[in-house]
């Protein structure tokens, strides 16, 4: 690969399916590629800050297996466990991170995209990952924070800003939005909600953003549940995403 060119990673939102990115993570450093940039969107930004703070993808095999992220995030106790794992609290420019990272918010005044590039990553990371109904919002410089992927589930777009000249996407969304009809009673009642914000961020970017991905990974977890965490489901979906 030419010195001059820059590999970033956009890895998606998918609830407990992030578990599948680390496998590929493992992939991707058997083959010695280290990207240069790395922007996250829920899970994704779960997985991608722990692996812009320096831990290899077996390590971090370990440690997100080990965890029950949506117990973590309900109790409000997500900050505590993550500053412990990254080693800091405090505010800070995530480019001063091993690898260059971005999270991806939804700021909830407007409905817009917020992308998160300092502060205390754990809040950052929290608020990119709190998805609506099941965690509460989080209020980061005056603006409400929810789930990125209502917006930019999958931020090749982010990381293109970032400098990278080869993008590599891992694609943990597994609704294909242009075979997929939406109507105005899929969003009747709670579990109506949830479906739309997890399974429909915006579909013409989420479209463009494949399209601008130079190489594109998306794991077969459509059987798996996103909702559900467990030690052994978590193993699974790491061991999926290590046989692309």
């Not at 109904?133 to 789930?147: K, S």
């Amino acid at each position: 690969m030419a010195a001059e060119e820059k590999i970033g990673l956009a890895i998606s939102g998918g609830g407990a399916r992030g578990a599948a990115a680390i496998g590929v993570l493992r992939v991707l450093e058997r083959a010695g590629i280290r990207p240069d940039c790395v922007a996250g969107t829920s899970a994704g930004a779960i997985v991608g800050a722990l692996y812009c703070c320096g831990y290899s993808a077996d390590k971090l095999a370990d440690i997100y297996c080990s965890q029950n992220w949506s117990r973590l995030i309900r109790r409000r106790s997500f900050t505590d466990v993550f500053d412990n794992l990254t080693g800091n609290s405090k505010s800070i420019d995530f480019d001063t991170l091993p690898i260059p990272f971005r999270c991806v918010a939804t700021r909830l005044s407007d409905y817009s995209e917020q992308v998160l590039s300092k502060g205390r990553l754990s809040e950052c990371v929290a608020a990119s990952a709190a998805m609506p109904v099941l965690f509460p919002p989080v209020t980061i410089g005056g603006e409400r924070l929810a789930d990125g992927g209502m917006v930019n589930n999958l931020p090749t777009d982010v990381v293109a800003r970032m400098g990278a000249t080869v993008i590599i996407a891992i694609d943990l969304q597994q609704i294909t939005f242009w075979q997929t009809r939406f109507s105005l009673k899929d969003t009747i009642g709670i579990g109506g909600i949830l479906h739309w914000a997890v399974s429909h961020p915006e579909v013409q970017r989420y479209r463009r953003n494949i399209r601008s991905a130079d190489i594109y990974i998306k794991p077969p977890l459509r059987a798996i549940d996103g909702y559900l965490f467990s030690n052994s489901r978590c193993r699974r979906m790491v061991e999926i995403g290590e046989r692309l």
